[in-house]
């Protein structure tokens, strides 16, 4: 395959990372990810959190509802838990049973909605004995949040105080070190010694392979660029693009696309989260490009996530496009807009 390549069929990919929200604003964010997608991990952190098997079977009925009335069939919601200090082991239990795909873990204050989030790891040692044993995988939002630790440290911190100790306490629990965002990150993942069993992993997301932290301030602050982790420096892109196109099993496609009404961004304490999910395969696919790479990209769009949740591979196959898109200034998003990534550029590649 060369560089000068202008099309690519590719089984198609899923989402391990997506946040749609709820109510109207859901309609309008689901209906960006289903034209590409097959399959998404939804987040959940909606306000209040879903944190139980009922909360998320409602979700669940929700999301079902509007892909129904949008004419949408053939995508699934993969549903998640949000984890707190007061998860019961029960629950697990039926989570598992329920096909509950995963848990997430915020530490408390680490990002939006994440106030009800763990305040301390060791509270949940029962619960994570039980995801241990029954197989189910814990999403990781890998920060620190002591205010005394920078900001663009708080992911390197975050391996060292809480990643590595307890990966050490549950050698055989599932983790997906989700978002990744340093160098820290991508080798302690490409390292991480796991005794031959697929137990750890991370999803990396489109802005943090295209942009590095110049991107939030150029010309002027640019909320819409910023999303936490927060963009690094640029040694920290090029480790990310190396290990996404190595063709390692251990990272795969995870947009976190996070959408914010235009007001929330734009305001003196802007929300953090970048809106990918317009053209997030265009993006993928133009940083694959960008270090001749688009040989790759079907292994980390397409197998390596399903191979980790042990979900089958899709069948179904698309074809990306080497044909600019323009991006929209602005798009709905229930009764306010949003501003999607690259709003008003062009994206290079598309679905055909
Ligand atoms: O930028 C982000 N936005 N990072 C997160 O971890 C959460 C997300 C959101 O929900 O808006
Ligand atoms: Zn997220």
């Not at 301390?120 to 029962?126: N, T």
Request: hydrophobic content about 40%; proline content about 5%.
């Amino acid at each position: 395959m060369s560089n000068s390549q202008t099309q690519i069929e590719l089984i198609q990919p899923d989402d391990w990372h997506l946040h749609i929200r709820d109510g109207d604003v859901m309609r309008d964010a689901l209906g960006d990810t289903a034209r590409q997608f097959a399959r998404a991990i939804i987040m959940p952190n909606l306000n209040p959190p879903v944190t139980t098997v009922d909360l998320a079977k409602a979700y669940q009925a929700r999301i079902e509802s509007n892909l129904k009335s949008l004419g949408i069939n053939g995508f699934t919601p993969l549903m998640t838990l949000y984890l707190t200090d007061n998860t019961l082991a029960d629950e697990i239990q039926r989570a598992k049973a329920e096909g509950i795909a995963a848990l997430k873990l915020y530490p408390a204050g680490a990002t939006t909605n994440s106030d009800a989030g763990v305040n301390d790891i060791k509270r949940c040692y029962q619960v994570l004995e039980v995801m241990q044993q029954v197989g189910m995988p814990l999403l990781v939002h890998g920060e620190v949040t002591h205010p005394d630790v920078d900001i663009f440290d708080r992911e390197a911190v975050f391996i060292d105080q809480v990643l590595e100790p307890l990966r050490k306490d549950f050698p055989e629990l599932k983790i997906v070190f989700e978002h990744i965002t340093t160098k820290q990150a991508a080798q302690y993942v490409r390292d991480a010694s796991t005794s031959g069993k697929n137990t750890i992993a991370a999803t990396i997301t489109p802005q943090h392979l295209l942009m590095n932290r110049n991107a939030i301030f150029a010309g002027g602050i640019r909320p819409h660029n910023y999303c936490l982790p927060v963009l690094k420096r640029e040694e920290h892109r090029i480790a990310l693009l190396e290990v996404a196109t190595s063709g390692n099993l251990r990272f795969f496609l995870g947009t976190d696309s996070a959408p914010h009404a235009k007001g929330a961004k734009e305001s003196a304490r802007g929300c953090a989260g970048c809106y990918s999910a317009f053209n997030a395969l265009g993006l993928y696919a133009e940083a694959f490009d960008s270090v001749g790479k688009l040989n790759r990209l079907e292994t980390f769009a397409s197998f390596y996530g399903p191979d980790f949740y042990s979900l089958p591979r899709n069948t179904k196959k698309i074809t990306l496009t080497k044909k600019a898109q323009n991006i929209p200034s602005e798009q709905p998003f229930g009764d306010a807009t949003i501003v999607p990534l690259r709003a008003g550029e062009t994206i290079a590649w598309s679905l055909s």
